[in-house]
């Protein structure tokens, strides 16, 4: 059987990029570039009163659930589809609550939160349009979405498919994603470029795998790592900060 | 790049004499910084980079942090 799957899901017997301790060794438990850093930098713009309700939907392990909880005094509780994360987050902190949901179906009541947060998550998943429209059901009127992600900067290559699927694959470029915000009812209060993050974790990475192709390997399988680490650099991936209103 | 414990009991820091160990290290270049495990002198710092880190792995990782 080829093993050059184009476009499809990764190998049965390979892990989960995110769920991976290939990648979890060099993020933390916060699974993404920069780690907290990111949500601490919108916090600080664009802070929340203190007992505020916040909703982390794609938690992961509750890193940014237990920070907004500890250090800024907020409501917050987490959402994710992944029950290896949640279970070793509940490992870590088994009183954060955590439960297992899909960012397309919040079960969570109209109109209920003061904020939404959704870090290297919104590339993943299957129906952006349907995850947009949820924060908005779930947030009040002026309730506030903070988002961070990874992005295409090369917009002609927007349909280039990736020998795997991950939060590469899923990417977009600047304008569609602005443009489904605006569509899905948000105002926008700033677009930052954090890209020197996801650059600083690929030499990580680099520096624990060997390479950027021995990483990809693991998830791809061994014959397109190298197709895997050249169409994620074709893409000249960049990560991202959102902050919008609920209008 | 791994170091074994032998690896690393071979090298001896020329100026302090003290055997080298892993120590957690912050690399530099352009505007990035990340984080590595490499041998170092627990006096002075002086860390080692083999001939085969320096066009390997570094070189890698320098070309990730230029954004070209």
Known sequence: ?247 | MKFSEEEIQNWKCETCGEGLVMRKVEFSYMKGSFHAELPACPKCGLVLITEELAMGKMAEAEKALEDK
């Open chain 1, 1 to 247: 059987m080829k093993t050059s799957n184009v476009g499809q899901a990764c190998p049965l017997d390979k892990p989960n990029l995110y769920e991976s301790p290939a990648l979890r060794n060099a993020t933390g438990a916060a699974i993404r570039p920069g780690g907290l850093s990111v949500l601490k930098a919108a916090l600080e713009r664009f802070p929340f009163k203190r007992g505020a309700r916040l909703l982390d939907v794609g938690c992961g392990m509750g890193a940014s659930v237990a920070l907004l909880r500890s250090r800024y005094d907020l409501r917050a509780i987490g959402m994710d589809l992944s029950r290896v994360l949640l279970r070793e987050g509940a490992k870590r902190v088994a009183s954060l609550p955590l439960a297992q949901a899909r960012a397309e179906a919040l079960p969570v009541a109209d109109g209920c939160l003061q904020g939404v947060v959704c870090e290297c998550v919104f590339s993943l998943v299957a129906d952006s349009k349907q995850v947009l429209s949820e924060f908005r059901r779930v947030l009040v009127p002026g309730g506030r979405f903070i988002m961070s992600d990874i992005y295409r900067r090369n917009p002609s290559d927007n349909k280039q498919a990736l020998p795997c699927k991950s939060c590469f694959s899923g990417a977009s470029d600047r304008e569609r994603i602005l443009g489904h915000l605006i569509d899905a009812g948000f105002t926008l209060h700033l677009w930052e470029d954090h890209s020197h993050l996801l650059r600083e974790l690929a030499a990580k990475l680099i520096f624990m795998h060997g390479s950027m192709s021995a990483f990809w390997e693991q998830f791809v399988g061994g014959s397109n790592g190298r197709q895997m680490e050249q169409a994620v650099r074709t893409m000249r991936p960049g990560y991202y900060l959102v902050v919008a209103e609920k209008t």
